[in-house]
């Protein structure tokens, strides 16, 4: 039954996190944008099992500075060069321009075109709550 229940709760959570990333993704398509600067961009694997791109960029909105670090609400995979693909268009210095959520300004991307992996957490999800029923029932 402890089984069931985490299964239960995992699906339910991956289901929910794949609704979010679809509604953001389409939202981020209707955000008003403003030039923004790139401070940091760059694959940070000083340890190999927590590999991740870095990317910062500065932006101002309604006078107040703010720090983003999405490029989108798109995932950008497990290996070094699907990550250095992630930032490449975003050197450091360069200016980009940055979609910002006008009801959280801190929410940003710098691509708002870019297609989520929603689906991808749905089939988690829906893969969870399947075995959870299954559990429950056998």
Known sequence: MVFAAFSLLAGAALVWLSVWLKLRSQQCRQWPSVMGRVTESRVDDARLETTKPILRYHYEVGGQIYVGFRASFSGYGVS??????????????????????????????????????????????????????YLVLR
């Open 80 to 133: 070094r060069a699907a990550m250095e693909s992630v930032i490449k268009p975003y050197p450091q210095g360069s200016r980009v321009r940055v979609y910002y959520n006008p009801r959280h300004p801190a929410s940003a991307v710098l691509d708002n075109t870019a297609p989520s992996d929603w689906p991808y957490w749905l089939s988690f999800g829906v893969g969870f709550l399947v075995l959870a029923v």
